[in-house]
């Protein structure tokens, strides 16, 4: 080649620039795009692109809430296994300070000691007289 030949870029060797989006696609081997205008409106993209930016920000936001969620509700299982737990066991301490058995021995242990003497006193619902009405004036008088 020499130095005054110029190279045409624009279109593959035996073919016409009209001819370029041929089938074959050894067509688009070597060819020089950077002076041809791009054919795709970007008014129409920038839209499209703001939008699918919109949608994944929404997308991420859901699945930061979903796994936040998840670590809630984790949390607050844990809790209740944990409360769960612990009502078992006061359950238990409650049997275990209410059986009779171990009552008295604690009471022997503290110097608790039977009763020396009863006294047993009669039912006062049984053949003695009520006691007095108390009124909130002095009775009244039929005569009046």
């Known amino acids: 080649m020499s130095a005054g030949a110029s190279i045409d870029r ?3 060797p035996g073919r016409s620039g009209d001819d370029v ?4 696609a ?5 060819l020089d795009f950077a002076e041809r205008g791009d054919p795709r409106r970007t008014g129409t993209l920038v839209p499209l692109l703001i939008l699918a930016l919109v949608a994944a920000l929404g997308v991420a936001a859901l699945r930061i809430d979903l ?3 998840r670590y809630a509700l984790a949390a607050a299982n844990e809790a209740e296994q944990a409360l769960m ?3 078992r066991a006061l359950i ?3 049997r275990q300070l209410r059986d009779p058995t171990a009552l008295a021995v604690e009471a022997r242990e503290r110097g ?3 009763p020396g003497r009863v006294f047993s006193l009669p039912d006062p619902g049984e ?3 009520p006691p007095p009405a108390v009124a909130a004036g002095p009775p009244r008088s039929g005569s009046r």
């Open 85 to 87: 737990e612990e009502q």
């Open 112 to 114: 608790f000691l039977p």
């Open 26 to 30: 050894q067509s688009w081997i070597g």
């Open 10 to 12: 624009t279109s593959p």
């Open 92 to 94: 238990a301490r409650r």
């Open 127 to 129: 053949g003695t007289p």
């Open 21 to 24: 989006l041929g089938d074959d």
């Open 67 to 69: 796994i936040r969620t």
